[in-house]
């Protein structure tokens, strides 16, 4: 089992950041829904401190953060989720194990699963639209490749 000593303060921040970054990737992808969609990813960190262990537990207790001055300009917001999640895993892979990293590509897919669906996009008070829109399922679809290579 890898422990948090294994990381050093820069390569903690990445684990941190990049659950963050994806769920921002999400929520960026459509408009409307904003404060459920932070709130679903709240509970999705919940969920996973109750449920993990060892250095996963260790990296859903660290509230999720990201660095706002590296977010200035949204269309980068793409490139830099995707270069935060290749950054994490490739770390993980080193100096974690098998197990430990598909926890943590699980728990990346889980966040932006959870993200997308937390807000009904398009109709009208409450009534019909998709659970999952157009630009977010590609939003999502795009976050699976990144996990996935």
Request: net charge negative.
């Amino acid at each position: 089992m890898t422990e948090k000593a294994a990381f050093n303060a820069e390569e903690w921040e990445k684990l941190v950041e990049a659950p963050a970054l994806v769920a921002l990737r999400v929520i960026a992808a459509d408009r409307g829904g904003t404060i459920r969609e932070s709130l679903s990813l709240g509970r999705v960190y919940a969920e996973a401190r109750s449920d993990g262990s060892g250095l996963f537990q260790e990296i859903v207790s660290s509230a999720p953060q990201v660095n706002r001055s590296e977010l200035k300009d949204p269309a980068a917001l793409p490139q830099r989720a995707e270069s935060a999640v290749h950054e994490a895993l490739a770390m993980l892979q080193q100096k974690a194990t098998p197990e430990e990293v598909e926890a943590y590509r699980d728990f990346l897919l889980k966040v932006a699963e959870t993200v997308a669906r937390a807000h009904k996009e398009g109709g009208f008070l409450g009534i019909g639209g998709k659970e999952v829109s157009e630009s977010e399922q590609a939003a999502l679809d795009e976050i699976t490749g990144w996990v996935r290579a």
